[in-house]
């Protein structure tokens, strides 16, 4: 099936602004032929071609999320947990709450979190699950990867999930005992062997990601775990150096820094990328550099929680892979990726600007506008995130690559004006119409409407089992 998206006002491309990789192009056409981008041109339409008319838009390529908790899709603005720093919103709201999902409050949860992500213009979901305990009487794994399917998105797996747990996690329920390193392991072979595609364009992947590397599971497991993944072809992924918290337990158990430590026990290489990294020194920037580890920024959640800004100027100079993640909605009340490479754009000029002194006390500029451009944060939240993810020829808008695209209507007033219509969905923020979106050429979003979804219908079994769970809680 042949489509044309024809005559935009703007096309992003992916490419991280540099001249080797520009970051726009002129089109104002693209034609999908299939599942790929076949040319992007001035194009006369072909016979019984389909075509989206795309005047007074802006396309760019689809987002590709690095970083998810979709469970947590049920768990936004929770009071207890609004105003915590991380550990102790850990134990008020993700630990409190999740003995009482069961499969049909983690299906409603997780379908309400692809879907926000869809009206955002993201195709490509890597969603780190760690709900998981021994005797667990639903396979959370197999609810995300239905559920992707159905909406037609390309789903990544980082199977979570940990052997032994810090002291908030030692007063919950028998059902949410952690798992032995046996049957961790065990499920790891089974979900590569059932659902895994190690092909470049893969639409199901699966990733070894045990929750915290630091905290869930010993130092011989982290060898042993990395023996694993690399055996059976799987990516790694883990959190790591959110906080300070991070540091000081690194220093006082191992007497070294997080990245230090992830290095020797295997943790660290081209197929590795560690969410958050907001508190980092010189070396373990250097580090990561010299092994390919990437990053998966996640700039809300890190605000909201207060843990900082992450230097993702300082990664990307030093060659750090870097990609966007949007985190948990129960730390980040609005998970879409809109939201999340508007925050990333400001918030990395915001970090540069804060380090500006006076010209007496030895300041030699003011602020930090220069920091990050438009271009490059598109090309953290597409490409980038493609390249930790090890997907080739996604994430990027250029002939041969695969058709996952996203084109916005700039039609609400808060992008009246724009001198420069490109840059309307990250500067502005807000949140565009989605007048298309293509996942592997396959329209999945038109004119906002997610096909066969209600979403009044979708809202009002949210309201229900939000009341049902803080009942349960009480």
Same mark, same amino acid.
């Given at each position: 099936?042949?489509?044309?998206?024809?005559?935009?006002?703007?096309?992003?491309t992916?490419?991280?602004?540099? =001249?080797?990789?520009?970051?726009?192009?002129?089109?104002?056409?693209?034609?999908?032929e299939?599942?790929?981008?076949?040319?992007?041109?001035?194009?006369?339409?072909?016979?019984?071609?389909?075509?989206v008319?795309?005047?007074d838009?802006?396309?760019?390529?689809?987002?590709?999320?690095?970083?998810?908790h979709?469970?947590?899709?049920?768990?936004?603005?929770?009071?207890?947990?609004?105003?915590?720093?991380?550990?102790?919103?850990?134990?008020?709201?993700?630990?409190?709450?999740?003995?009482l999902?069961?499969?049909?409050?983690?299906?409603?949860? =997780?379908?309400?979190g692809?879907?926000?992500?869809?009206?955002?213009?993201?195709?490509?979901?890597?969603?780190?699950n760690y709900?998981?305990?021994?005797?667990?009487?639903?396979?959370?794994?197999?609810?995300l990867?239905?559920?992707?399917?159905?909406?037609?998105l390309?789903?990544?797996?980082l199977?979570?999930?940990a052997?032994?747990?810090?002291q908030?996690e030692?007063?919950?329920?028998?059902?949410?005992r952690?798992?032995?390193?046996?049957?961790?392991?065990?499920?790891?072979?089974r979900?590569?062997?059932?659902?895994?595609?190690?092909?470049?364009?893969?639409?199901?992947?699966?990733?070894?990601?045990?929750t915290?590397?630091?905290?869930?599971?010993?130092?011989?497991?982290?060898?042993?775990?990395?023996?694993?993944a690399?055996?059976?072809?799987?990516?790694m992924?883990s959190h790591?150096?959110?906080?300070?918290?991070?540091?000081?337990?690194?220093?006082?158990?191992?007497?070294?820094?997080?990245?230090?430590?992830?290095?020797?026990?295997?943790?660290?290489?081209?197929?590795?990328?560690?969410?958050?990294?907001?508190?980092?020194?010189?070396?373990?920037? &250097?580090?990561?550099?010299?092994?390919g580890?990437?990053? &998966?920024?996640?700039p809300?959640?890190n605000?909201?929680?207060?843990?900082?800004?992450?230097? !993702?100027?300082?990664?990307?100079?030093?060659?750090?892979? !870097?990609?966007?993640?949007?985190?948990?909605?129960?730390?980040?009340? =609005?998970?879409?990726?809109?939201?999340?490479?508007?925050?990333?754009?400001?918030?990395?000029?915001?970090?540069?600007?804060?380090?500006?002194?006076?010209?007496?006390?030895?300041?030699?500029?003011?602020?930090?506008?220069?920091?990050a451009?438009?271009?490059? !944060?598109?090309?953290?939240?597409?490409?980038?995130?493609?390249?930790?993810?090890?997907?080739?020829?996604?994430?990027?808008?250029?002939?041969?690559c695969?058709?996952?695209?996203?084109?916005?209507?700039?039609?609400?007033?808060?992008?009246?004006?724009?001198?420069?219509?490109?840059?309307?969905? !990250?500067?502005?923020?807000?949140?565009p119409?989605v007048?298309?979106?293509?996942? =592997?050429?396959?329209?999945?979003v038109?004119?906002?409407?997610?096909?066969?979804?209600?979403?009044?219908?979708?809202?009002?079994?949210?309201?229900?089992?939000?009341?049902?769970?803080?009942?349960?809680?009480?």
């Amino acid at each position: 099936m042949s489509i044309l998206i024809r005559n935009a006002a703007a096309i992003m491309t992916g490419g991280n602004g540099s =001249a080797n990789e520009p970051g726009r192009i002129e089109g104002p056409d693209i034609r999908i032929e299939g599942e790929t981008i076949e040319a992007v041109g001035k194009l006369a339409p072909r016979e019984g071609e389909t075509i989206v008319d795309a005047t007074d838009c802006v396309v760019y390529p689809a987002w590709v999320n690095t970083h998810h908790h979709l469970f947590q899709s049920l768990l936004k603005g929770d009071p207890a947990g609004l105003n915590a720093s991380l550990t102790p919103w850990l134990a008020a709201t993700p630990y409190r709450f999740r003995a009482l999902f069961d499969e049909k409050r983690f299906r409603l949860a =997780a379908r309400i979190g692809l879907i926000e992500l869809m009206r955002s213009g993201c195709t490509t979901v890597a969603d780190h699950n760690y709900l998981y305990y021994p005797g667990m009487p639903f396979d959370s794994s197999a609810i995300l990867f239905d559920e992707a399917e159905k909406l037609g998105l390309r789903f990544v797996l980082l199977r979570g999930g940990a052997t032994r747990t810090r002291q908030l996690e030692a007063e919950l329920p028998s059902a949410l005992r952690p798992e032995s390193l046996d049957a961790y392991v065990a499920d790891i072979e089974r979900l590569a062997s059932k659902y895994h595609d190690a092909s470049p364009r893969a639409t199901r992947r699966v990733v070894m990601a045990p929750t915290t590397v630091l905290y869930s599971i010993s130092p011989q497991e982290m060898r042993e775990t990395a023996r694993v993944a690399r055996r059976l072809g799987l990516r790694m992924h883990s959190h790591l150096s959110e906080t300070v918290g991070y540091q000081d337990s690194a220093k006082s158990m191992h007497g070294t820094t997080p990245v230090e430590f992830c290095g020797e026990y295997d943790w660290l290489g081209d197929d590795v990328w560690y969410a958050h990294l907001v508190k980092l020194d010189a070396r373990e920037i &250097a580090m990561l550099a010299e092994t390919g580890t990437g990053v &998966a920024h996640c700039p809300q959640s890190n605000g909201r929680l207060g843990s900082g800004i992450a230097p !993702v100027r300082e990664m990307a100079d030093a060659g750090v892979p !870097v990609s966007i993640g949007v985190d948990g909605a129960a730390s980040n009340e =609005a998970a879409d990726m809109i939201s999340e490479v508007h925050m990333a754009w400001l918030a990395q000029r915001a970090r540069r600007g804060m380090a500006a002194q006076p010209v007496y006390r030895g300041g030699t500029f003011e602020g930090g506008a220069d920091v990050a451009s438009v271009e490059e !944060v598109v090309h953290w939240g597409t490409a980038g995130g493609a390249r930790v993810l090890g997907l080739e020829g996604v994430g990027r808008i250029a002939p041969g690559c695969s058709a996952d695209i996203a084109v916005y209507r700039l039609d609400d007033p808060r992008y009246f004006g724009l001198h420069d219509p490109a840059i309307g969905p !990250v500067a502005s923020g807000g949140r565009p119409t989605v007048a298309a979106l293509f996942s =592997a050429g396959r329209c999945v979003v038109q004119d906002d409407a997610v096909a066969n979804v209600d979403l009044g219908d979708l809202r009002r079994q949210a309201l229900a089992e939000v009341r049902g769970m803080l009942a349960e809680v009480a």
